[in-house]
């Protein structure tokens, strides 16, 4: 009778198909297991996974990108992994950022790490005759530059941003902006934060950015402008390095384009980290067998295999070290992308390497981007909006307590 | 095993009391026709029997069982409804044999109950067709058709022939005749139809605006009606009344026609039109003058007016040679007169 | 269907022994019960279990886990200083929902009745191919929510088809989905477009059932078509039409997946609708306070329990007038 | 609008003359067609596409694929683009590869022939084609017919069970006088505004601790007692005349058998909708499956074909395709019931 | 401004034809009642006139107009239906004032019509009902009173006075009469009752099975019906119908009573109940034995059976003392007499 072990599992692209191959091949060598993948939408993850660990039930293993507020409910799998000094050594930097603070326990690891950052449309600015932004070219003169590209070649607008705090936050930090108060609970938005805050709205304003992202949504409404930048419709776009498959499928020989990075702001160029992390459940009855599956997932060969499949950028400090990944893709486009996101990840600010560990980070960013949109559609004003901001972060800590 | 009883009945409706305590013994086998205006609460009265309305007040007892309380369903008692009621999502066939299958009937005794109701009722060709299709007509005799397949103790009919033509009413009329003799169940029916009335009742009840007026068997009620309202409702055309002074034993008609009567003061004298004829040229008549002559083929309805303006309505058997405009003297028997006290009421 | 009727053939002398032993009130008692047990532990119960969380604070999911905050919740919510002004409010998004809310239900089931009920109507008459334009009308109540706000987002967005067909016709495109009035009007038009098929549908019973011959009367009465429309077809629909007047208003105080998929409840907050809020203060995890959803949610339904009894208070009066 | 109004139920001009009602019901069901089918038929044509093409701007509204062409010395077949010439000529040109703005291209009937083409001067040549692979890759990726079946069984048995209990509560609440009648009535609908998402954590406390996670019956049960199928039965009720049911009780009816053989069949409009409703929501059921049923042996279709909702990205060339796939089955059952939706009959028995 | 004219008319219903080429040419002002065996096709021939059906074919024609394709509103008749077809939620007075309403009278005339209608039929105190609330009698008036209040060029009246008492029956048949020649309008009338097609028609039709059988005045129809149906169908009880051979001019009846008849070979001799008596002594007879005796009061129907086993119905005036069981001869006139040749038609 074999062991069954459910893995809850959410895709952003072809990784469902990726690791149910893997899978199969570890069901096949490991007869006594019966790994039972599960895809789900994310929504599941978001809103279902919630309810059910609350009650101490759930899957064994997720996919899951709350991974800090919801820390309490993963196993730690010390006793159970053939090597604990393995995943410290390949997965340590962000075990913190699915542990609760202060602990040491292995609950799991990323799957994959993102990376916010820009894409330009090379053929565009070439069309345009406009010059790329150098490496070090901060947001005001990325937005020049695609301001000329959107005149010179009549465009709705000259850039987009996803409707995100997290995507912003990158920016806000660039900026010297800082969410982390002393106490480990949230700061006031601070002048960093408006720095960029009051940039974004001035172009929304202006129309350089496309409302269509960020005016047009209420809440916290997650909205992308990929298909958008796929269709020429902006020259320059920035989202992060989750997009880079999804940009070469429907971008195909359409036009050339670039990742370049996060333009930088007074303070640093930084970009932010995120992903997405399997974790074990603490509710599990099998906790061997969950470890045997995670080790194996976890095991080189099969992030190397995962990672160049699905153009995700690895979290094994081992396989980035070696840098010998070939992600497969016919897409020319596509590696030296990849690279630059990668690239990217070592530009980031210590702050961007502090929020994903950080409990408040998904209230900061809910707040940011709720009151921000309503800004841009007219409803507040900048300095109401910061009040409302810190009184809704302020509302949610309490509502913790 | 269907006598009836009425004890004290009242109903209303919202406020207005429309029968106003009835009481009334019906024996077991008996046929009692109802009958009275349109409105007097015939249908009512049925419907109170039958379980589906609750009185306001007063008792109804079945073969001696206070069964007020009790729903229709468990009363026992079959109905032909005055709006017929037919399931119109059943065929005939199925309309009729479904109050058979609620009595868990086997199919065999079903079919062949259906069968001879359709017979008699000559509606075999039309079993699978639904309400819908049917003419007037046909939906009443399938309305009929339903209660008696049941062969219940005790008949409820609201004027089950009124959609029928004379002749096939005169047989539906024999039908139910037979049965009734056939299953000796109690019948209450309810009809406008006088022959009807006269022919098939044992008793009939005469009711006005929630009241009995009389009680009696056809015969009786035509030939001594109890008051002026069954004397003026039973007989067809209506009986003639004339308002006048008796003085001293005698009273006088239009025509100056002298009779002697069994009272004094203001008295009412009353003759049917049947017994009015042309009178002979030695005879006294009310002379009146002819406002309308209906031909009906074997009779003819003489409407005249009397000198002192009061309506006169005779029937001549034939077709007399007689037109609108002419003046006639119209006689008849002392014998036949009806005469009623100025409450009303029969004096004699 | 046969093991129904197998059981219905089985019952029935049981519940005929029952109705003898019980009576009607005994029956009664039977038709409801199943319906009602199901009914209480799955709905009466959550709900209760519903009031009692808008009594609790906190960000814990499971009630007993949660500390009593007895009507704090409400307060925060209802802490206003003028409730027409959003921006006055403890919680201006709530009340900016709110004040969406009640636009929207007043557009949408204006338009939704008038629209399902022409429709009906129409569909009602003897028209060749019935089947065929039924399933036309009914089609989009097929579609999941998502897919419908979907599709006509990509109809709506910026070139999009409406677009494509404007500039055709000459004209200058519109940004639909970014203007507050096209936006919202979008959101009645949409969630109308989704679901009036099934409104048509509960009319359309409710039209077949009037009898033929009052038609004939009226037609018989030279009676106008507007008129056999008011004083008959209106009428007597009456309970039909309660029932369409009541559920599309609550349905478009529910109004959610097709909306926010839409329009995201922009722009800025103009389509923001009670659901939405009540969902992202409930579930989505940025923000999540169960308490203050639970105890919006009361609001809301309080709010619709007037509404429903009004209309139903409407609709009796019309039941009392056709009793028979 | 105000004209609009003026509809009417008057069935005029049975083969007769036209009417001006004639003219406008037309006139509403071709433009109605368009506004209700026209959405749809680009669902199903968008379902077909591929996800660049569903991304496009401006949208097509057919699928298209890239034509490609077989070139000598290629080993993949190149994809081929008309191509206008500095001279004016167009010409259909293979594209080898694209360097920046400009393309190289070969003529496929001449294969030593390259040409260098400003990106701005070639078209794809496109053709009609289906992107069937929407469709065959989340039936080679999931238990199709596991969910199907589950799916049927969840919906079958929560609308057979729906309309019997429903029903048999409607017609106690329409056909009797009893006190608490109107409490009752009250409380069903009262709790008609209780969208699902508001109570989806009580509910599920609830299910869970009366042992059905995880199993159909927890998906069934809980959505069977809809105040919406109870108000509408009853509603409906209220216009069968009450002269029938006396009938039946003169006909020795019991209660049951007047509600079995009286009151459903001449519901039979309104149960049919209810069907046809009932079978619609419980086979496009998602929030809740998704909730109580967390193994993949009992996922419904819904449930099952969800899972292209990533969180950064939607794959919605999967989810379309299996929006039309699904929709199949609920098209065919409301074909076939609508039809009892006919001519009432309800009032033609009587006087 | 009301001639209707049929012309080759033919109806089916899903296959059945139930009107078989009707050709009817009826005049403004005419009264025209129709009269036939239930389910022969009445009804469906006033809703074919009123529009609410369309023919199979055949063409309709009100005043010389073609009105086939026209639809009920376009015809301006007015119609009571057999089934009432009331407005259940509207109150009397509302349903009297509908169609009047559509014409756009001013109020004041409508309740002026409206009162007026109500005194007609009696219905004054009711205006404020619901058809519910209304007793069957009560809904007919109501019926008839949506049809008259309109003062249109024709009616249709389809059985509109069957749930009424005699006595209603014979003031509305009265206010009928009246109203028709106020108003000139033409009247179609469906009725069962052999009184008022009697009284009230100008001409009847004699329908059966969707065929005219016959289209004469009343008495040409009581008196010389064309063949044997009609015959049997006017009158009340039938016409007694004895089938004999005429053999060198003379039929030979039961009794042995001799007859000259002007023909040769198989014969029906038909006399009307009303014209067989009692014989006297030396006079010739029918001699039967008496199975039913119906005393109506004013007359006795006597239902005897021949010695050849023929039924032999008679109806004697008033109340004579005879009993089931009696042998009876029954005489007649001859000039009374029916003669029908084999096929069915009148002779001479
Ligand atoms: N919709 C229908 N479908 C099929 N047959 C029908 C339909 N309507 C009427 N019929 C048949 O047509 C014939 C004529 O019906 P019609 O109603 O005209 O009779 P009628 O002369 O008015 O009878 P009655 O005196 O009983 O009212 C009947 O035999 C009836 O069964
Ligand atoms: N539901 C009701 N509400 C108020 N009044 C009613 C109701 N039903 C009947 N009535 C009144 O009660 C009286 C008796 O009605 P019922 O139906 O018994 O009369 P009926 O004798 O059968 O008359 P008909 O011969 O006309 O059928 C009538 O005046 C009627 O108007
Ligand atoms: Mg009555
Ligand atoms: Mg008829």
């Known amino acids: 009778e074999p062991v069954p072990v459910r893995i809850l599992w959410y895709s952003d692209g072809n990784e469902g198909e990726v690791i149910s191959e893997l899978l199969d091949r570890f069901e096949a060598a490991n007869p006594d297991i019966d790994v039972i993948l599960e895809n789900v939408a994310f929504q599941v993850i978001q809103e279902q996974l919630p309810v059910q660990l609350a009650s101490g039930t759930g899957p064994d293993i997720a996919r899951v990108t709350n991974l800090k507020a919801q820390a309490e409910h993963w196993l730690d799998m010390r006793p159970y992994l053939a090597d604990p000094a393995y995943w410290e050594a390949n997965f340590g930097d962000r075990l913190d950022w699915m542990r609760e603070d202060g602990s040491d326990a292995i609950t799991g690891f990323m799957t994959q790490l993102t990376m916010t950052g820009g894409f330009v449309n090379l053929t565009l600015f070439e069309q345009a005759g406009v010059a790329l932004p150098g490496p070090e070219a901060t947001w005001d003169e990325w937005i020049e530059a695609s301001r000329q590209v959107m005149e010179s070649q009549g465009l709705p607008a000259a850039f987009a941003i996803d409707r995100s705090g997290h995507r912003i936050t990158g920016p806000n930090l660039s900026y010297g902006a800082n969410y982390i108060g002393p106490d480990g609970l949230p700061a006031p938005v601070d002048e960093g934060t408006m720095a960029f805050v009051s940039r974004l709205v001035e172009w929304t304003g202006q129309g350089l950015m496309l409302p269509d992202t960020w005016v047009s949504a209420a809440g916290t409404t997650y909205r992308a402008a990929a298909d958008d930048f796929a269709n020429g419709t902006i020259p320059f776009y920035y989202s992060g390095s989750w997009q880079v498959a999804n940009l070469s499928a429907k971008i195909g020989d359409a036009f050339d384009w670039a990742a370049i990075g996060s333009p930088c702001g007074t303070v640093g160029c930084s970009g932010m980290p995120g992903g997405a992390g399997l974790v074990a459940i603490r509710y599990t009855q099998h906790p061997e067998a969950v470890a045997r599956v995670m080790d194996y997932l976890a095991s080189e060969p099969v992030v190397r295999e995962f990672s160049e499949r699905t153009l995700f950028l690895p979290a094994h400090a081992g396989i980035v070290a070696a840098g010998d990944l070939a992600f497969r893709s016919e897409d020319p486009n596509v590696p030296p992308a990849l690279e630059r996101f990668v690239q990217a990840s070592r530009e980031t600010l210590p702050a961007a390497n502090a929020l994903p560990a950080w409990q408040w980070a998904n209230t900061y960013y809910g707040a940011l981007v709720t009151r921000i949109s309503q800004v841009m559609a007219g409803e507040l004003s900048l300095d109401q909006a910061r009040e409302l901001i810190d009184r809704d972060i302020a509302d949610q800590v309490a509502a913790a307590r | ?348 | 269907m046969l093991p129904f009727v197998l059981a219905a053939r089985v019952l029935e002398p049981v519940l005929a022994l029952w109705q003898r032993r019980t009576g009607h009130a005994g029956m009664i008692a039977v038709f409801l019960i199943p319906n009602m047990t199901i009914f209480g532990i799955f709905v009466i119960v959550p709900l209760v279990l519903n009031l009692l969380y808008s009594f609790t604070g906190g960000a814990e999911i499971l009630l007993e886990q949660r500390p009593w905050v007895g009507m704090q919740q409400y307060e925060r919510l209802l802490d206003c200083q003028n409730h027409l002004q959003p921006m006055t409010c403890r919680e201006d998004q709530f009340w900016r929902a709110v004040h969406n809310t009640a636009r929207f239900v007043l557009s949408q089931v204006a338009l939704m009745v008038t629209v399902s009920m022409i429709t009906a109507l129409i569909l009602n008459r003897r028209i060749a191919g019935r089947g065929l334009w039924r399933a036309v009308f009914f089609f989009p109540v097929l579609l999941s929510p998502v897919v419908v706000g979907l599709i006509w987002r990509w109809i709506l967005q910026r070139e999009g088809l409406l677009n494509l067909i404007v500039v055709r016709l000459g004209g200058d495109p519109v940004i639909w989905l970014n203007d507050r009035f096209w936006a919202f009007a979008a959101a009645v038009g949409v969630s109308t477009w989704a679901h009036m098929g099934f409104y048509t549908l509960i009319l359309l019973a409710g039209l077949q059932a009037i009898p033929r011959d009052l038609y004939e009367a009226a037609e018989m009465d030279a009676t106008p078509p507007s008129r056999v429309f008011w004083r008959i077809t209106l009428p007597l629909l009456g309970p039909n039409l309660a029932v369409v007047l009541v559920l599309a208003l609550i349905r478009a105080v529910q109004i959610f997946d097709e909306a926010y998929v839409l329009t995201g409840g922009g722009p800025g907050t103009a389509t923001m609708f009670m659901t939405q809020y009540i969902y992202e203060v409930g579930f989505a995890s940025f923000l999540r306070n169960p308490g203050l959803a639970a105890a919006a949610s009361i609001l809301m339904g309080g709010l619709l329990v007037v509404l429903t009894l009004i209309q139903l208070a409407l609709s009796r009066r019309a039941e009392r007038m056709r009793q028979r | 609008m105000t004209g609009l109004k003026t509809f009417i139920t008057r069935r005029r001009g049975h083969g007769g003359r036209w009417h001006w009602t004639d003219v406008a019901s037309w006139i509403w069901l071709i433009g109605g067609t368009i506004l209700m089918l026209g959405p749809a038929l680009w669902l199903l044509s968008s379902s077909f596409k591929d996800p660049a093409q569903l991304a496009e701007f401006p949208p097509t509204l057919l699928p298209y694929v890239q034509r490609v062409a077989e070139v000598e010395g290629f080993d993949t077949p190149l994809p081929l683009y008309t191509v206008t010439l500095p001279g004016g000529e167009t010409r259909i040109l293979a594209q080898i590869r694209r360097l920046g703005a400009n393309a190289q291209m070969v003529d496929p009937a001449d294969p030593a022939l390259r040409i260098s083409v400003p990106i701005s001067q070639r078209a794809p040549l496109r053709e009609i084609g289906l992107a069937t692979a929407n469709y065959t890759d989340p039936f080679l990726h999931f238990d199709f017919f596991t969910y199907l079946r589950n799916s049927v069984f969840v919906t079958v048995t929560a609308t057979l069970l729906t309309l019997l209990t429903n029903s048999m509560a409607a017609f106690a609440l329409s056909k009797y006088r009893f006190r608490g009648r109107d409490a009752v009535m009250l409380v069903i609908v009262g709790t008609l505004m209780v969208p699902l998402s508001v109570i989806l954590v009580p509910l599920y406390s609830v299910v869970s601790r009366v042992g059905l996670l995880d199993s159909l019956w927890g998906v069934i049960l809980p959505t069977i007692a809809t105040p919406t199928g109870v108000f509408l039965l009853r509603q409906y009720m209220l216009t069968i005349p009450d002269e029938l049911i006396e009938a039946a009780r003169m006909d020795h009816a019991s209660e049951w058998q007047i509600y079995w053989r009286i009151v459903l069949p001449l519901s039979a409009p309104a149960l049919a909708v209810l069907a046809i409703f009932s079978v619609v929501w419980r086979w496009n059921d998602f929030l809740w499956p998704l909730i109580v049923l967390t193994r993949r042996e009992l996922y419904t279709l819904q449930v099952g074909l969800n899972s292209y909702a990533g969180e950064l990205n939607v794959q919605w060339h999967y989810i379309l395709a299996m929006t039309v796939v699904t929709m199949i089955p609920v098209v065919l059952v409301f074909i076939l019931l609508q039809r009892f939706i006919t001519t009432g009959i309800a009032g033609a028995g009587l006087k």
């Open chain 2, 1 to 348: 095993m269907g006598s009836i009883a009425l004890r004290g009945i009242c109903k209303s409706f919202g406020g207005i009391e429309v029968i106003h305590g009835i009481d009334l013994e019906i024996a077991n086998g008996e046929l009692v026709v109802f009958v009275g205006p349109s409105g007097c609460g015939k249908s009512t009265l049925l419907r109170l029997i039958a379980g589906l309305e609750r009185p306001s007040s007063g008792l109804i007892e079945i073969d001696g069982r206070d069964v007020t309380r009790l729903g229709a369903a468990d009363r026992g008692l079959a109905m032909v409804f005055q709006s017929y009621a037919l399931y119109p999502h059943m065929t005939v066939r199925q309309n009729l044999s479904f109050g058979l299958e609620n009595l868990r009937m086997p199919k065999a005794e079903i079919a062949a109950r259906v069968a001879e109701a359709a017979r008699m009722l000559a509606i075999g060709d039309l079993l699978e067709r639904r309400p819908a299709q049917l003419s007037g007509g046909q939906r009443q005799r399938v309305a009929i058709g339903r209660a008696i397949v049941r062969n219940p103790t005790a008949f409820l009919l609201d004027e089950p022939l009124s959609n029928l033509d004379a002749e096939l009413r005169g047989t539906m009329r024999a039908e139910l005749a037979a049965l009734h003799d056939r299953l000796g169940a109690t019948m209450i029916y309810v009809t406008h139809d006088q022959i009807e009335a006269m022919t098939l009742a044992d008793r009939i009840v005469v009711l006005r605006r929630g009241r009995i007026e009389q009680v009696d068997t056809p015969l009786n009620l035509y030939n001594r009606p109890a008051n002026l309202f069954v004397a003026g409702f039973i007989g067809s055309p209506a009986m003639n009344l004339f308002r006048t002074e008796a003085r001293g034993g005698r009273a006088v008609l239009p025509g100056g026609i002298d009779l002697p009567v069994p009272a004094d003061g203001p008295v009412v004298l009353g003759i049917r039109p049947q017994h009015l004829h042309p009178a002979g040229p030695d005879e006294a008549g009310i002379p009146a003058e002819l406002r309308l002559v209906e031909a009906l083929g074997a009779e003819t309805v003489l409407h005249g007016i009397t000198d002192s303006g009061e309506p006169l309505v005779a029937v001549i058997d034939g077709q007399p040679a007689v037109t609108r405009g002419q003046r006639l003297r119209l006689a008849f028997d002392p014998a036949d007169m009806h005469l009623f006290d100025a409450g009303g009421r029969r004096i004699g």
